[in-house]
């Protein structure tokens, strides 16, 4: 029965009318009747535009026949479908209630160049189509495939997916033929993925352009005087920096904005790309966690906490919140600066409770850390599990216990000392400096915090940060689940690259978008990376890239 509803419901969608077929197909749930003549006469097509271009005023002048793709350009797309989404699912799996059902599926898209299959991708049940696009009702929808307008859409990073998964080699300089195809999907388990007749289609023209290279593109930026630097003459091979720089240029490594090399103390390489200089503040998103791990060795040298084994108990009276549990007044500082907490938070999971992106709305940030409940599938000190919220909470302790609050005592203690000026906080709705990361800096600036590190905590003959929480830092503390020879120590990354059969380890800082702060362990080397990739799956692989292939093989030469 089942079947036939299904082949039914597919035929009766094939069928182009003049309004919505609601008098052929009874809604799941009511969905909106067609009144725009537009759509009226382009249901079952995906149109393409080159802006957003809002429904009421979009004309089929408008739609696009061929396009120019390029990283200056925003292509969209607007699709025209007979029904809803939900309603599409409905037949898929009639069996299912309206919530149990929109959990289960969404849309399936394929894409096509030249007549090829290149990439298909069911989206996850949770992405929309706009806050105004209600899926159980809305029969159109718009989304960028590519912006520069500073859009933040999961079917950008899917536009991302389909170009590295053979969308980038098929899509060669000359023209070429895309085509999307719509379909509704619902998977009730990892062997019953139901997929439903084609809902909408479209095609355009792509136009695909070598970008022309400058030679003052490809060249080695001079370092400017004023940098707070001593600047090196160390030698190093120029072919591949020219190299690294014209793979920047043509954006095969994309969204770079600076790479900053110290050796031996002083500033060997200083370059910036994409419209930065070194005036501009970068945001190395989660790389800012690691300030904080540097404040509480401060804060430890200076008295106003004990050590790193200190338990929450110390800082909060943990009766006074949800989920308590004797056990969480257990959790030490060292679990959360090593991620290894027994909260049920994980970042990694976006169904776990205490992931950032349920910490985000709330109006207080620590009452939710210290409301979450344990997971009693961890023990503290033994699971590594990347939880900002712990960090968040740290913040918070140094806060509540360092003089003047922890924004004044980080620049009295550690900015202050590194000259470092020009900088910019983010901060949590209680308006405390915002230890989950994008601390704001001059590329240079994360130059001499690294650096900081590697002379063992030590600046212009003063020490900032204590030897000893430096050599703690500095040392494995637990290793990272399902990833080779990878490690995590107090909020610092660690990995080791292999250049030409030789392995080099590194501690690192690391952040969202590709930002990499590298400092390592057995050369007189310090690399930072800046990068604006956020939430792109190429980001931090481009970035080890770099490292690997082009400034370690120029600077060890």
Sequence with gaps: MKQVLIILFSVLISLKTSGQIKDLVPD????????????????????????????NVYKEEDFLSTFELSRKNSLNIRVFMANSVTNYLHPLAPELPLEKLVQSGNLQFTFFVDGKLIYQENIHHGCNFGSSVNKNSATSFRVPLTSTTGEDWWSM??????????????????????????????????YDL?????????????????????????????IA?????????????????????????????????????????????????NDANRSTLHDPRSAGKSFTSTMMGIAIKDGYINNEDQPLKAFYDLKKFANYAESKEQITLKNLLTMSSAFEGSDADGD???NEENMYPSDNWVKFTLDLPLDARKKNGVQWDYFTAGVVLMGDILNKTVPEGLEKYTDKKLFKPLNITKYQWQYTPQNVANTAGSLQMRTIDYAKYAQLYKNNG???????????????????????????????SYLFWNKTFQVAGKNYEAFYCA???????????????????????YNKPYAHPQSETIVREYILPAVLK
């Design 157 to 190: 990073y899917m536009w991302d997916r389909f170009k590295l998964n053979g969308g980038d080699k098929a899509l060669t300089e000359g023209k070429h033929q895309l085509k999307i195809v719509l379909k509704p999907y619902v998977r009730l388990s990892d």
């Design 194 to 222: 139901r997929v439903g007749e084609i809902i909408a289609q479209g095609r355009i023209e792509l136009v695909i352009k070598t970008p022309v290279i400058t030679k003052e593109e490809i060249a080695i930026q001079p």
């Design 225 to 273: 005087p004023n940098s707070d630097w001593e600047i090196s003459k160390a030698k190093y091979d120029t072919k591949k920096i020219e190299a690294l720089n014209t793979a920047i240029a043509k954006y095969e490594l994309k969204e770079i904005t600076s790479i900053v090399v110290i050796k031996d103390h002083k500033l060997l390489l200083e370059e910036y790309f």
């Design 352 to 354: 776990s409770p205490g």
């Design 458 to 488: 030590q600046w212009h003959g003063k020490q900032i940060i204590p030897a000893d929480w430096v050599a703690k830092t500095l040392t494995k503390q637990i290793q990272i689940p399902e990833r080779d020879n990878e490690y995590y």
């Design 511 to 533: 952040g969202n978008g590709g930002n990499q702060f590298i400092i390592f362990k057995d050369l007189p080397i310090v690399i930072i990376i800046t990068a604006k990739a």
């Design 28 to 55: 799941f749930v009511p969905a909106e009747f067609l009144t725009n003549p537009l759509q009226e006469a382009n249901i079952g097509r995906i149109t393409f535009m080159a802006s957003n271009i809002p429904l």
